[in-house]
């Protein structure tokens, strides 16, 4: 049994968006059956212990267009986890254009970790970001931000950040912090080619976020940054159940199918190659789907920063080599710069002892690993 697990239900294939970068693959409104996705939660409530923490996460297409049966599936995750005294704790994920009375209960839903997709200045933002007919969505999904914040909700807004943004990539974030964003989630865009010079430019990019994210300790946090200021803090890390890989996580299509990452459904064909065999609809717990694959390469047992680095994700080394084992040099140049960065910001915001750096991060630092 399983202290914590990590159910993502992906219920659906549509969305409101034609993002040019999703890798999610082709729209079309596909749902998933909201019985399915009972049975599925029931398998995950009996792959925790007794008094242990279910995570369920609504992904998609965009989750809130289905944000009746969202609320259905809480309450039904709720009454199943209390019965073994568990934890709930939901996480979904939207594009922020959903903003319909009922969309709006899913957002305000207690203990609701939620986050909201935002590319930054709408230059940044709609240049990739645009609705199904072609108009673009900052508008909406600024407006949306500030409605959360007005709400006092808790959210976390996250960025895709690709080569030909870098440049604005500080501008971005500065915005959302004058919005009152007080946590950024920046995420590369593993799906598309980053040349060496690209490469390059990203390490610049982030010293100079780095810097932004300095100015704004303790009160706000930056995803990249906060991580490595754990390691380095040496901060104890909770654990990490989103990135199992099919050992204490899993994702539903909508199909039913199985999959060890939400990331790694895409279009969800029959010959997808990261499927993993079952259906959601059979079994009566998770348990016998565990995973023994590592990450295994030569160049990572010799690097001096292996304990801090998070290429064990093995759904982003799959979208960069096509080996869940391997990483490549993109996600290699950005560990290695946000752990330099974060190291030079903190010697400068608070030179002196480990002691007064653990004090000044940690509320940020523990905030969003």
Not at 58 to 71: H, I, S, T
Not at 202 to 224: K, Q, R, V
Not at 260 to 272: T, V, Y
């Amino acid at each position: 049994m399983y202290e914590r697990y990590s159910l993502i239900l992906m219920l659906t294939h549509n969305c409101t968006m034609r993002c040019d970068y999703c890798y999610m693959g082709q729209k079309r409104d596909t749902v998933m059956p909201e019985g399915m996705a009972c049975h599925a939660i029931d398998r995950a409530v009996r792959s925790v212990s007794d008094g242990g923490t279910l995570e369920l996460g609504f992904f998609g297409g965009e989750p809130l267009l289905e944000a009746d049966m969202v609320l259905d599936l809480l309450e039904y995750a709720q009454h199943q986890c209390q019965r073994r005294d568990q934890r709930l704790e939901p996480c979904l994920t939207t594009n922020g254009t959903v903003t319909d009375p009922t969309a709006r209960i899913v957002l305000s839903w207690p203990g609701l970790r939620l986050a909201v997709s935002c590319d930054g200045i709408a230059e940044v933002h709609d240049a990739h970001r645009r609705f199904a007919d072609g108009r673009p969505s900052s508008n909406t999904v600024h407006g949306t931000i500030r409605r959360l914040i007005a709400d006092k909700a808790d959210f976390r807004v996250v960025m895709v950040v690709r080569p030909d943004t870098l440049h604005r990539l500080v501008d971005s974030a500065r915005m959302l912090r004058r919005m009152g964003v007080r946590h950024i989630e920046p995420g590369l865009d593993l799906w598309t080619n980053w040349s060496e010079s690209d490469e390059r430019r990203l390490e610049s990019a982030i010293a100079a976020l780095a810097d932004f994210w300095g100015e704004g300790l303790p009160n706000h946090s930056i995803g990249w940054f906060d991580e490595k200021t754990a390691h380095i803090a040496r901060l104890p890390i909770p654990p990490i159940t989103r990135c199992g890989f099919g050992d204490g996580a899993m994702a539903v299509a909508p199909s039913g199918r199985l999959y060890p990452c939400e990331r790694l459904i895409g279009e969800d064909r029959p010959d997808n190659p990261m499927c993993i065999p079952g259906h959601a609809a059979e079994g009566s717990d998770f348990l016998h789907l565990r995973s023994t694959l590592t990450r295994e390469h030569e160049v990572c047992t010799h690097c001096a920063m292996e304990g801090m680095c998070n290429t064990f994700c093995r759904c982003s080394n799959y979208a960069r080599t096509g080996d869940i084992r391997r990483p490549d040099s993109l996600l290699c140049t950005w560990n290695q710069a946000c752990l330099a960065e974060t190291a030079r910001v903190l010697a400068k915001v608070c030179p002196g002892d480990m002691v007064a750096k653990v004090k000044l991060v940690e509320p940020a630092a523990k905030m969003r690993i």
